[in-house]
């Protein structure tokens, strides 16, 4: 006997969002770009998931990485099995480039630099290896705009970095000390996302929540352009 698991309900204004959210679609994977405040896997304990609004939508579609529930930008989802075991080799094989932009209170010593941590695993006092790169693009008033190039994925990854590096994510509030900004949404978006599929190559910017823009204008820090991005990934 097979059990189908009941699927959760999801208005029809949450589709319609995450059907203008989507940046690209193939048929074999869709690019999400995923607003702040919904968590990427959950079920109804945390209330509407990303993951229940693709199963809405087909038994087929899957996630294949995820991002933290504060967190916005590119998130990539499987269409068949086939894509959803390449995309997984893809990850596991570190084939994915992938960067964030993040706003932190605050400057890393070094505006260039390598980060090599353990990371607690959850519930356990077992230490995973992180490898972050990072760089510094610009500072204004004590904040400062990073570029975050994570080489590994562990769980809440750049947030932990960013206090390691006294510069704590703006809207942090698992892992800010001293926080100035205590009413701002996190700070962190899933920026840029580049990988090869089918021997075609991807390359993907998300649209940045309005959160963060209004932030940015407000302290006067630029976006890099797409020409400024590329150079700086080819410097990382």
Not at 223 to 232: A, F, R, T
Request: aromatic share 12%; proline share 3%; net charge positive.
């Amino acid at each position: 006997i097979k059990i189908t698991k009941s699927k959760t309900f999801i208005p029809k204004e949450i589709i319609n969002k995450f059907k203008n959210s989507t940046i690209y679609e193939s048929s074999d994977f869709i690019i999400f770009n995923k607003w702040t405040g919904i968590f990427t896997q959950g079920g109804n304990i945390t209330g509407i998931s990303i993951d229940d609004i693709i199963k809405n939508l087909s038994d087929e579609f899957s996630l294949v990485h995820r991002l933290d529930k504060d967190t916005s930008g590119l998130l990539i989802i499987a269409k068949n099995y086939k894509s959803a075991k390449v995309f997984g080799k893809l990850f596991r094989d570190r084939e994915i480039e992938k960067m964030y932009l993040a706003i932190c209170q605050g400057s890393p010593r070094n505006l260039n630099s390598i980060v090599k941590l353990g990371i607690n695993r959850k519930n356990s006092d077992k230490k995973l290896p992180t490898v972050t790169k990072y760089k510094v693009i610009n500072k204004f008033n004590k904040v400062s705009l990073v570029l975050y190039k994570p080489l590994t994925g562990r769980m809440h990854q750049l947030r932990i970095v960013s206090k390691y590096l006294n510069c704590p994510i703006i809207g942090d509030e698992k892992y800010s000390i001293n926080n100035k900004y205590t009413k701002e949404q996190l700070k962190l978006n899933a920026f840029y996302l580049r990988f090869t599929f089918k021997n075609h190559q991807y390359e993907f910017r998300s649209m940045l929540p309005q959160h963060i823009l209004k932030f940015m204008k407000k302290l006067n820090l630029v976006v890099p352009s797409g020409e400024k991005l590329e150079n700086l990934s080819k410097t990382f």
